[in-house]
């Protein structure tokens, strides 16, 4: 049989994708991935007076936040998961996350006594919110990586940094739920600091579980 013949014949038996078969994989996975991490924060930390945190404009901006930057990781990691596709929106929503949250805190350290700042930038916890997000999310970043690689990403790297920024913000998410520091510019640099140790972490894991 030659070459031709053969490729012709399995074509014939191909079927197309699901048309919303990755973002639905990926949307069960980014679920498992809160409820995990909601399973390891509960015992391990506890939650914050949530009847408390749910009144306060600070809870809500960091939780926008971590969502929005969560959305631009998984429409890039839905878009890299497949061959030939741009995948501009997810790090332009990503942007405008980093953007709008980095206006707010700007505005809020400009307004803010001098002897004030230092607490707004350090919080009490800034020497371990970064690493305890990343840790939050490392189930799920596997988790992720193990259903991309059942689809064809080409840029793999790229495409293990979407899943990062993904579980990187839905762990951050979860860890709200915890954390009681409520300044927009700690928010900026070390929520951002754990959910991008998250995306180096896919990163480098992507360029490595991803080939094909």
């Known amino acids: 049989?030659?070459?031709?013949?053969?490729?012709?014949?399995?074509?014939?038996?191909?079927?197309?994708?699901?048309?919303?078969?990755?973002?639905?994989?990926?949307?069960?996975?980014?679920?498992?991935?809160?409820?995990?991490?909601?399973?390891?924060?509960?015992?391990?930390?506890?939650?914050?007076?949530?009847?408390?945190?749910?009144?306060?404009?600070?809870?809500?901006?960091k939780t926008m936040y971590t969502a929005v930057l969560a959305v631009g990781g998984f429409l890039l990691a839905e878009r890299l998961a497949r061959p030939?596709?741009?995948?501009?929106?997810?790090?332009?929503?990503?942007?405008?996350?980093?953007?709008?949250?980095?206006?707010?805190?700007?505005?809020?350290?400009?307004?803010?006594?001098?002897?004030?700042?230092?607490?707004?930038?350090?919080?009490?916890?800034?020497?371990?919110?970064?690493w305890r997000i990343s840790l939050l999310a490392l189930p799920g970043l596997l988790g992720v990586l193990l259903v991309m690689r059942k689809f064809a990403p080409t840029r793999p790297a790229l495409a293990g940094a979407g899943a990062g920024l993904f579980v990187g913000g839905v762990a951050a998410t979860v860890y709200g739920l915890h954390c009681g520091e409520t300044s927009a510019a700690f928010t900026l640099?070390?929520?951002?600091?754990?959910?991008?140790?998250?995306?180096?972490?896919?990163?480098?894991?992507g360029w490595r579980i991803l080939r094909w």
Do not use: H, N
Not at 86 to 113: E, Y
């Open 1 to 61: 049989m030659k070459t031709d013949d053969l490729i012709a014949m399995m074509a014939s038996d191909a079927k197309p994708a699901a048309r919303f078969s990755i973002p639905r994989r990926l949307a069960l996975v980014g679920a498992a991935t809160a409820l995990v991490a909601l399973a390891i924060l509960v015992p391990w930390l506890g939650l914050r007076d949530m009847g408390e945190a749910v009144g306060a404009a600070s809870y809500w901006m």
């Open 189 to 205: 640099i070390w929520y951002t600091a754990g959910i991008a140790i998250s995306t180096i972490a896919g990163t480098l894991a």
């Open 84 to 130: 030939g596709v741009s995948s501009r929106r997810g790090l332009m929503v990503a942007i405008a996350g980093i953007a709008a949250l980095g206006a707010i805190a700007i505005a809020q350290l400009a307004t803010m006594p001098a002897e004030q700042v230092s607490a707004a930038l350090l919080g009490s916890t800034w020497d371990e919110c970064p």
